[in-house]
């Protein structure tokens, strides 16, 4: 017998996988990390998966995640507010709102502003051993 899986998001803070009729939770909001070079923002390191870094990040109303590049693949599901993308020139794109996903290539420049009052949260996946490395160690390099 085959089983559809289906992640879901609950209350924006449990992530869960739906098998048949049950509910298997894979995640819950837990450790904040702060990202000292992104005005107001705080990540959380949601339940490993082999290949697969799940991240939830919430960047305080007003705050930014300024132009910056990662060596894996990430996509991200935002999952409540706005902001507006920022193009590999720098320059600001267009605005992304709750249930749009973006997703980038490795090395690809990428970052967020104008966040809106109510603040912006997305849930980060990111292949091979992701953003967040150990404790204190990150993938990520700023332009």
Known sequence: MQFKAYLVVIDCTTWCTIRS??????ARKANLMKVSACVG??????????????LRVEVAPHGEIPLHRHDCAATMIVIAGTARKLLASGRPGRMVRAGEVVVKQPRELHGFV??????????SLSSGEGIVKGESTWDIEFA
């Open 41 to 54: 923002t705080t990540v959380s390191r949601l339940a490993p998966v082999e290949g697969l870094q799940c």
């Open 114 to 123: 104008d966040i809106g009052p109510e603040g912006f949260k997305f849930i």
């Open 21 to 26: 009729k049950h509910i298997v939770v894979i």
